[in-house]
DNA sequence: CGGGATCCGTCTTGATACTG
DNA sequence: CAGTATCAAGACGGATCCCG
């Protein structure tokens, strides 16, 4: 997302879409939370703003990670929800959640079984 | 490193930490390209500049996910090198460059045995 | 020469207010 | 509720300088 001159890397590449600061997290709040609407994503602890998540939700859409949907045919509630790519990340999402709880001190799954496969 | 509100999520806090757009290329430039001097990092495709590498290196340090050793004792020459610490976060940079080469087109593996254990 | 530090202009990010 | 507009703050790129 960020434009990083372009290497074949796909180390690189893969965090030139998803590795800022904001948009694993969206997804984290998808994958292991069940969040679908975008007042949802606002009601993490980390505080994402409007803009922001605005801005995030459509770049995964663009990215085909996330599909967005009506909810209703009668109000304006969207819904969200991971593509079989998105959910592809899975394993990195979960690697990275396994790092965190062994070496920063005081992280703690939130919700029973957000790690589990 | 980006001072989110914290919460206690390994996820958000490990993407506090490395989760910007260069720190983790850093990393992968030591881990799996065995570069230790700062010209070598300079000289990645990606095109860090001098003062955002710096500026990593001392927060890697920080971290304790490196640690810098003078060359020799005439020159200025440094050496930086991953930790046990920082070693651990392998798995971490191997799942993410396995999405990348089978989500992203044109991504491949630099050089023999990159994303090897 | 290698390893930075510093300054500055630009681009990106984010907080907040506001809108349909 | 789900965003958009606005504008300030911060991150970044590049040049330059500095020091051993």
Redesign the interface.
């Known amino acids: 997302m ?1 434009q ?12 030139d ?1 998803v ?3 904001w948009t ?2 969206v997804i ?1 709040d998808m994958m292991f939370f069940g969040k679908q609407r975008f007042e949802e994503f606002l009601e ?4 994402i703003s409007t803009n922001i998540l605005a801005n995030r939700l459509k770049l995964l859409e663009d990215l085909e990670l996330i599909e967005k949907q009506p909810y209703s045919n009668h109000s304006r509630r969207m819904n969200y929800q991971l593509t079989e ?1 998105g959910k ?2 899975r ?3 979960k ?10 001190t ?5 919700k029973t079984n957000s790690l589990d496969a």
């Open positions: 960020n990083l001159k372009r290497s074949p890397c796909p180390i690189a590449c893969t965090l879409l590795g800022d600061r694993l997290l984290r993490s602890p980390e505080g790519k592809s990340l394993p990195v999402l690697v990275i959640g396994i790092w965190g709880l062994k070496y920063i005081d992280t703690k799954v939130l």
